[in-house]
């Protein structure tokens, strides 16, 4: 089984400081990790991905997201956030042997001006 | 990234109804899924459309409640049968290409309102 958790309904921050989203999962083997952003009244869209390499992994729109093994994380970050990043963000894992994902609760993140 | 067009975008329906949502893609996939977001909620998957054979469904989720075709590798739908007002939720198609190394594209969604 595959499980995301993603343990903060909302982060608040204000504009131009950094902001991270959490995230951990749980999966058997390796996992591949995602994150997706969503826009009011939109589908998802693909933000970034973790398969392997580098443990830092950068996506759209300055986002980048750090994997971490032992902690079974994949935090996203972004180091000055924009009023117009305020969206619902989902963290989503899926495994070897499983090409759906499954995704966490989500994140409302809110940029204050 | 795909191109992934659902119909209807939005529509409100009688409890007791089924609908039909339709979801085409501008080039061919290997793999096609249904995803359903009730109110305020996370994504959960319903089923995996098969090519030409029938849908493999998620724990909770059944043939007769959420009868799924796929002709050919562009094109499928999804009905949702004898709606009620718990089938109110925005349902997604998903879609992952042969040479993709693991993220799914998405639809902009169908949202459904029963009343």
């Known amino acids: 089984a595959q499980s995301v958790a993603q343990p903060e309904d909302q982060v608040n921050v204000a504009e131009g400081n950094p902001l991270t989203v959490k995230c951990t999962y749980s999966?058997?083997?390796?996992?591949?990790l995602f994150w997706y952003v969503q826009y009011p009244n939109r589908g998802l869209q693909f933000l970034l991905k973790?398969?392997?390499?580098?443990?830092l992994v950068k996506g759209s729109y300055g986002f980048e997201a750090e994997f971490n093994k032992s902690q079974t994380s994949f935090h996203l970050k972004k180091p000055s956030a924009l009023v117009s990043d305020s969206a619902l963000y989902f963290c989503?894992?899926?495994?070897?042997?499983?090409?759906?994902?499954?995704f966490g609760s989500g994140t409302r993140l809110q940029v204050q001006p | 990234s795909a191109v992934i067009s659902q119909k209807p975008s939005r529509d409100i329906c009688q409890r007791g109804t089924s609908l039909t949502i339709q979801c085409q893609v501008d080039?061919?996939?290997?793999?096609m899924f249904w995803y359903r977001q009730q109110p305020g909620q996370s994504l959960t998957l319903i089923a995996t459309?098969?090519?030409?054979?029938?849908?493999?469904?998620e724990s909770g989720f059944v043939i007769d409640k959420f009868p799924i075709s796929r002709p050919n590798l562009t094109f499928s739908t999804l009905t949702v049968s004898n709606m009620s007002p718990e089938d109110s939720s925005i349902y997604l198609c998903?879609?992952?290409?042969?040479?993709?190394?693991?993220?799914?594209?998405f639809g902009e969604g169908s949202r459904l309102t029963v009343l």
């Open positions: 459309a098969n090519q030409g054979s029938e849908a493999t469904y």
């Open positions: 998903s879609v992952a290409y042969t040479t993709n190394t693991g993220e799914l594209f």
């Open positions: 999966v058997s083997g390796n996992p591949y």
């Open positions: 973790y398969i392997t390499g580098d443990n």
């Open positions: 989503a894992v899926r495994s070897t042997g499983r090409r759906a994902l499954t």
């Open positions: 080039s061919q996939v290997t793999m």
